[in-house]
């Protein structure tokens, strides 16, 4: 597994977990919030992104990138499914490197691509669930800008 950094490139995620640890140990006095949020394009397969989002509070932030993709899925509901499982699985990895490393202490959040307004928000007390049941904050658009503009971004 890989990440993209929009500053130094491709990273595995151990090199890419030591960059976070070191952008956070680097002004230990700020606040921390880890954010993963993912999005897709469905074109002849449907890429998928997942973007770690390290957010300095009131400091600006500094975000890595995942792309995948898979077979055309023509189902918003799978799709969004598919996304969540795609941050749960990086969120997990990354609890779990914080905790190993002393930071298990910092707020990881999901932010998933569905909202109140238009056709996902019957999905939002199951998709919600499902990120809030495997112990992460979730957060739905608005307020979801992990997936809604970051990952997003890179689906184009």
Known sequence: ?????????????????????????????????????????????TCFITAVIVHRLGKGARYYYRKKYHRKIKSLRQKIFYETALSLEVGSLIARYLAEHGLGN?????????????????????????????????????EAFGASSVADKHTK
């Open 1 to 45: 597994m890989h990440f993209i950094s929009p500053t130094k490139g491709k990273l595995s995620f151990e090199e890419m977990m030591a960059d976070i640890t070191g952008y956070i140990t680097g002004l230990p006095t700020s606040a921390y919030k880890i954010i993963i949020g993912s999005d897709s394009q469905v074109r002849q397969e």
């Open 106 to 142: 910092l707020q990881v959040e999901i932010h998933i691509d569905i909202g109140a307004q238009g056709e996902t928000r019957d999905l939002i007390r199951e998709v919600v669930g499902m990120v809030v049941g495997s112990g992460f904050a979730a957060k739905i658009k608005p």
